[in-house]
């Protein structure tokens, strides 16, 4: 409380001591809220190399597990990327209108960080004869939604940052969901084949806890609450189960948006037919497919962290995602009938700026809906759902697609589906821009 002495000039000159509330400068709310983007990028990060570490080392230990039956561990991870996605369609709009209620999103990570944790103890328990093939199986699927699942709510937490300051803020904390994953694809796995080599997956493990422990206690003690305060005011909590569908009523520029995510979403199911266009076409090892996936998140990262902010600010979010998808467009036209790794290594490059869409999307989406204070947890989570949705319609149309193309001279058909699926993305994030200038 701030007090001062004024006098009173009149007849009678009297002196009274007025106290009136300190001034919040709008400096010291942006301190905050970069304060808070910094500690969560570190968490962030963390969490999402701890969680790809043990990638290179579980198709091993559940070979072994089910006795060196490869059908079935084929079976399994098919398994896996199904259900995770079919449970992540229900999962994700939850913890997005939980996260928009009175619980908030840190309880939400600090329990996707305890699972995670659990699941690096069970992939260990495992290796050490400790739990059956299907212990394992519903331990890493647990671990794999509860990574979903905070992604989700780490891209509404992001919103609401950028929500409260939307060009300092958004410097910081725009780019950090597509940084943690990029760089943990980057660095989880070649760490945790590293470790391997010379201690074995037991060693792994033990690294993959330490570092979800650690991830735990640092979003426990170090990250506070995003929504509240000066970042985020709560929300209305509606039906968490129609919040997808309800994208598509929030009138035309929200839904033009969801429509350009959904397609763009369809080109994930690709990730079916990477390991088996590999293998088959390149005649790709285990280190052959590490070094892709690293290459893969060096990209990723480095699109994050170097492209979108620039992009954004010379184009705008909206002109920003129309160029990332043409650009996707590109990339796959060129991957669909140039399958030498050279090639394909161009068109990586030259698809990198449609790697940030998502975090546009993420900004958009606050301006293309109608309301001044949108539930930015349920657009986070909505979005999500949107692209798990895409994922589960095309994986294994995308799989038959190159069972049917290999063997008659075309391995990269999967791609040429994607390439029509980003170019009506970009269709559609061009119309929707303009349904946005038409209601500006």
């Given amino acids: 409380m701030q007090c001062e002495v004024v006098t009173a000039h009149g007849d009678t000159a009297k002196q009274q001591t007025m106290c009136r509330p300190p001034k919040t400068t709008e400096m010291d709310a942006d301190a905050a809220a970069e304060h808070w983007a910094k500690r969560a990028l570190m968490v962030g990060l963390l969490r999402s190399i701890s969680g790809m570490v043990l990638t290179p080392v579980v198709p091993g230990i559940l070979k072994s597990a089910l006795d060196g039956d490869q059908a079935k561990v084929a079976m399994y991870q098919a398994d896996w990327i199904f259900y995770g996605s079919a449970i992540q369609l229900i999962i994700g709009p939850v913890c997005g209108a939980i996260g928009d209620g009175k619980l908030g999103r840190k309880p939400i990570l600090v329990g996707c960080a305890l699972l995670q944790a659990l699941g690096a103890c069970a992939v260990l328990a495992a290796h050490e004869g400790l739990l059956g093939p299907l212990q394992l199986w519903s331990a890493w699927l647990l671990r794999q939604v509860a990574t979903v699942a905070a992604m989700t709510t780490t891209s509404a937490s992001i919103s609401d940052a950028y929500a409260h300051d939307r060009t300092k803020i958004a410097k910081t904390a725009a780019r950090l969901g597509g940084m943690q994953m990029g760089v943990g694809m980057l660095l989880g796995p070649a760490l945790g084949a590293t470790i391997a080599s010379k201690y074995g997956p ?239």
């Fill in 202 to 440: 037991r060693g792994t493990g033990l690294v993959a806890i330490l570092g979800g422990t650690l991830a735990l206690m640092g979003q426990l003690l170090l990250v506070p609450e995003a929504r509240r305060g000066s970042m985020g005011t709560k929300t209305e909590v509606r039906n968490p189960f129609v919040a997808p569908l309800r994208l598509f009523s929030e009138g035309a520029p929200l839904r033009y948006l969801a429509c350009a995510s959904l397609c763009q979403a369809l080109c994930r199911g690709e990730s079916a037919v990477y390991s088996p266009f590999m293998v088959d076409i390149w005649g790709a090892g285990p280190k052959g497919l590490a070094l892709t996936m690293t290459v893969v998140g060096a990209t990723f990262a480095a699109s994050q962290a170097l492209l979108v902010g620039p992009l954004v600010k010379k184009f705008g979010a909206a002109g920003a995602l129309r160029l990332g998808y043409a650009c996707s467009t590109l990339q796959r036209v060129i991957w669909s009938y140039y399958t030498y790794p050279g090639i394909m290594l161009v068109g990586l490059a030259l698809g990198s700026p449609g790697f940030g869409a998502d975090s546009i999307i993420q900004q958009l989406a606050l301006d293309y809906h109608p309301s001044s204070t949108p539930p930015r947890g349920e657009l986070a989570a909505s979005f999500s759902s949107l692209g798990t949705l895409g994922v589960l319609a095309s994986s294994k149309a995308l799989g038959f697609l190159f069972a049917w193309g290999a063997p008659r001279g075309w391995p990269g058909a999967p791609f040429a589906v994607g390439a029509a699926a980003s170019f009506c993305a970009f269709s559609c994030a061009s119309l929707g821009a303009r349904a946005k200038a038409k209601t500006a």
